[in-house]
């Protein structure tokens, strides 16, 4: 089982979770990183540094940790990546989370219990063009800590990428560094999404990206049916953020059905404005079963008339 949420510290996470730090203070990063790479140690999994510097200087960053022996048993491993992607590796997004997930079974089949992974991503994400394909790998990765035994702590730094960017990447994790972004979209366990936080006029772009991120067309739609996004953490929406849901269904002539959103008015503007693609379902109501439309297969009815 995934948390989900707003963290103080990267600490007590399960192999499944998939984090956003945002950062200022580089060394207060490696601190925090450097412990949740050592608390998977101690929960009997592989760990993997990533960076885009020498080996040595990777090494160096780690605080309380004995990375010869752990190099040498193998429990630890540091990735120096290069800043550009090299012309024969995997283009595609999918293909490039993929890795952590073969490695993941790879890490199990040696005995350990499974993945964890930190890194910093600031190196690959500095144009507009490595900011759109690393949100898409960031949106594929989730979907590979859902299925696989892979816990990860994705990091940017908020000094150097400015606080939308930084922002832009929390906004697909399921748990996020406190402050890091106004809300988050990610895939459920129970329903297809969910979304948490608050949303506003200041947000309404932001969440119609994320949104094409995490239910692009050729998964969710069109002709999807209904799409079933748990809004029990939702604090608050307002009618840009609704329209934003209304006009991205009725582009892929789909229902999106909010479960469990009594914190927010999200019903009264419903109601209020018509809207006739998004639905606030009742807890008391009998939902009608319909054909699955989540990318694991499930899905849930709308509430009877």
């Known amino acids: 089982m995934r948390t989900a949420g707003d963290v103080a510290a990267p600490d007590g996470l399960s192999v499944?979770?998939?984090?956003?730090?945002v950062f200022d203070d580089a060394a207060d990063f490696h601190r925090r990183a450097s412990r949740f790479l050592a608390e998977g140690v101690e929960q009997g999994l592989a760990v993997v540094w990533v960076g885009a510097k020498p080996h040595d200087e990777l090494a160096a960053e780690l605080v309380g940790?004995?990375?010869?022996?752990?190099?040498?048993s193998g429990t630890l491993s540091i990735l120096d990546l290069p800043t550009q992607r090299p012309d024969d590796g995997p283009s595609d997004p999918g293909e490039q989370a993929a890795f952590w997930a073969d490695w993941g079974r790879r890490a199990t089949a040696s005995g350990y219990r499974g993945l964890?992974?930190?890194?910093?991503?600031?190196?690959?994400?500095?144009?507009p063009e490595e900011q759109a394909v690393h949100l898409a790998y960031?949106?594929?990765?989730?979907?590979?800590?859902?299925?696989?035994?892979?816990?990860?702590?994705?990091?940017?730094?908020r000094s150097l990428l400015g606080a939308e960017v930084a922002a832009?990447?929390?906004?697909?994790?399921?748990?996020?560094?406190?402050?890091a972004t106004r809300f988050q979209?990610?895939?459920?366990?129970?329903?297809?999404?969910?979304?948490?936080?608050?949303?506003?006029?200041?947000d309404?772009?932001?969440?119609r990206r994320t949104l094409e991120l995490v239910a692009p067309g050729p998964v969710m739609g069109p002709g999807a049916g209904e799409i079933h996004v748990d809004a029990g953490a939702l604090l608050f929406i307002d009618h840009h953020g609704m329209l934003v849901l209304d006009r991205f269904g009725e582009e892929r002539d789909a229902t999106l059905v909010?479960?469990?959103?009594?914190?927010?008015?999200?019903?009264?503007?419903?109601?209020?404005?018509?809207?006739?693609?998004?639905?606030?379902?009742?807890?008391?109501?009998?939902?009608?079963?319909?054909?699955?439309?989540?990318?694991?297969?499930?899905?849930?009815?709308?509430?009877?008339?």
Do not use: K, N, Q
């Not at 940790?65 to 040498?72: A, G, H, P, S």
């Not at 832009?168 to 402050?179: D, Q």
């Not at 309404?204 to 969440?207: D, F, K, N, P, R």
């Not at 639905?279 to 849930?300: C, I, K, Q």
């Open 168 to 179: 832009a990447f929390a906004e697909v994790h399921p748990l996020a560094s406190i402050g």
């Open 16 to 21: 499944h979770d998939h984090l956003c730090w």
């Open 65 to 72: 940790l004995d990375v010869d022996r752990l190099e040498r």
């Open 204 to 207: 309404a772009t932001a969440l």
């Open 258 to 305: 909010l479960h469990d959103a009594r914190s927010t008015c999200a019903r009264e503007v419903v109601d209020l404005l018509g809207l006739r693609h998004v639905v606030v379902a009742d807890a008391g109501r009998r939902l009608r079963p319909v054909e699955p439309v989540s990318p694991r297969g499930r899905g849930r009815g709308v509430p009877e008339p």
């Open 116 to 127: 964890r992974v930190a890194g910093d991503g600031t190196p690959w994400v500095r144009t």
């Open 138 to 157: 960031e949106v594929a990765l989730d979907r590979v800590t859902r299925g696989a035994p892979v816990s990860v702590m994705c990091a940017f730094d």
């Open 185 to 202: 979209l990610y895939f459920d366990d129970e329903h297809d999404l969910a979304l948490r936080g608050e949303v506003d006029l200041t």
